[in-house]
């Protein structure tokens, strides 16, 4: 079935508050941790990363059973065989059941810290230590956040991060290390009209959702002239490129190797550099806080965390739906922005490797808190979500009062 765009940007979109000078002192992130090159997606630094670790054919790498198939995918990749491990209610490692998977094959461990809330790092890193595990942290969903007083990613032997989750951009993602060096490494550009993808998708994007309205119309001429630069450009480089950016930067679940040695667009590495982090920290604290606040004691549901810790910058908020069948769709169909992480899980996970893996992967809505959200859009979503899970009627006409 074919459900409406969501009404609500899922990921963040350009604004003109997304670039800003740092009123404060910055926000810990992952880029904060040491050696970090900035490539394509957060799929493609994983694979970096076993190419690093010069892991391969006959090695076993440790993946949570609760994940998203780009994970695994570069895990297959690059020759080795997945293995999966459990993890407890609260989305934490079992460790015991990690300790009764590993064998002499063993090399990594890869552990995510979902939603934004980090795993005990400092716990797992000892644990690996013990073994002779090599850790990979995945950030995909904790870019900013500390452990203790180190920035998330720092516990890792490396660590990767997304950057379309945290930032208004086309694709990117990075791969970074406090422990080894990074420097063997070599990334090329994709090309010019891989750059033109990425600048105009970030602008497009931010339009689409009534973003940049001035800057729209004062470009509205400009436009319509990169529109006919855009089809020549497109038409040149058919023939060279099967595609001019990645999958994973148009909502694809697709691994293309060939993007692997690719360095994220400039425009990606300029928004990423120049953002306004602290406004994202605290503007994404503050929206999980309402939405907590306005969904948290719904019937038929239950936050995934009871509280926001102190440190933590969180991704979504995830809910957890007691009739996810019903839920799910009717969301869809009102044009929510939802989306269940590891709706789809590897072949062959499922209750019986992970218990919750399983359950998490069918009930668990998550729904966007990013720093680009406008009040208006927070009270929408609300109001539908709440009607959704009231089981109330919503009908068309209000569905419009949103549209841009
Ligand atoms: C999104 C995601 C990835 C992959 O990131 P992409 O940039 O989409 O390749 C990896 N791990 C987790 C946990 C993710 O959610």
New binding site residues.
């Given amino acids: 079935m074919d459900y409406p765009r969501p009404h609500v940007p899922v990921q963040p979109v350009i604004s003109l508050e997304t670039l800003g000078r740092e009123r404060r002192q910055s926000t810990p992130s992952v880029l904060d941790v040491g050696s970090t090159l900035h490539v394509t997606?957060?799929?493609?630094?994983?694979a970096l990363a076993l190419r690093r670790m010069t892991i391969g054919a006959g090695d076993q790498v440790l993946m949570p059973a609760y994940?998203?198939r780009?994970?695994v995918d570069a895990v297959v990749w690059s020759g080795a065989t997945p293995v999966f491990y459990r993890i407890h209610d609260d989305t934490s490692v079992d460790l015991a059941d990690v300790a009764a998977k590993a064998t002499a094959s063993t090399k990594v461990l890869v552990v995510?810290s979902?939603f934004g809330f980090p795993q005990d790092m400092a716990a797992i890193r000892l644990f690996c230590d013990k073994r002779r595990l090599m850790l990979l942290e995945?950030c995909?969903?904790a870019f900013f956040g500390r452990i203790g007083n180190r920035p998330v990613g720092f516990y890792g032997d490396f660590a990767?991060a997304?950057?379309?989750?945290f930032f208004p951009v086309y694709?990117?993602?990075c791969l970074i290390s406090s422990r080894h060096s990074l420097g063997g490494i070599a990334l090329n550009d994709a090309g010019f009209a891989f750059q033109v993808k990425s600048a105009l998708n970030a602008l497009e994007k931010g339009f689409s959702y009534g973003r940049l309205t001035a800057v729209r119309r004062l470009v509205g001429i400009p436009m319509t002239i990169k529109d006919l630069i855009w089809r020549s450009v497109k038409g040149r480089t058919r023939a060279l490129h099967a595609r001019i950016g990645p999958m994973?930067a148009d909502g694809g679940s697709g691994f293309e190797p060939e993007w692997m040695s690719m360095r994220a667009s400039l425009v990606t590495r300029l928004i990423v550099r120049y953002a306004a982090r602290s406004r994202i920290a605290e503007r994404r604290r503050a929206i999980y806080r309402a939405l907590q606040q306005a969904l948290g004691s719904m019937a038929g549901s239950r936050p995934l965390f009871p509280c926001l810790p102190d440190g933590v910058v969180p991704y979504v908020f995830p809910l957890l739906v007691d009739s996810p069948e019903q839920v799910f769709p009717a969301l869809k169909r009102a044009g929510v922005p939802v989306v269940r992480?590891a709706e789809f899980l590897w072949e062959g996970v499922d209750e019986n490797i992970c218990p919750v893996g399983a359950d998490l992967s069918r009930r668990l809505m998550q729904f966007p808190c990013h720093q680009e959200l406008s009040t208006r859009e927070i009270k929408w979503m609300v109001d539908r979500i709440t009607a959704v899970l009231l089981n109330r009627e919503v009908n068309g006409n209000e569905l419009e009062t949103l549209s841009h």
């Fill in positions: 997606s957060g799929r493609m630094a994983i994940h998203c780009a994970m995510v979902y995945d995909a969903h990767v997304s950057y379309p989750k694709e990117g993602g994973s992480f």
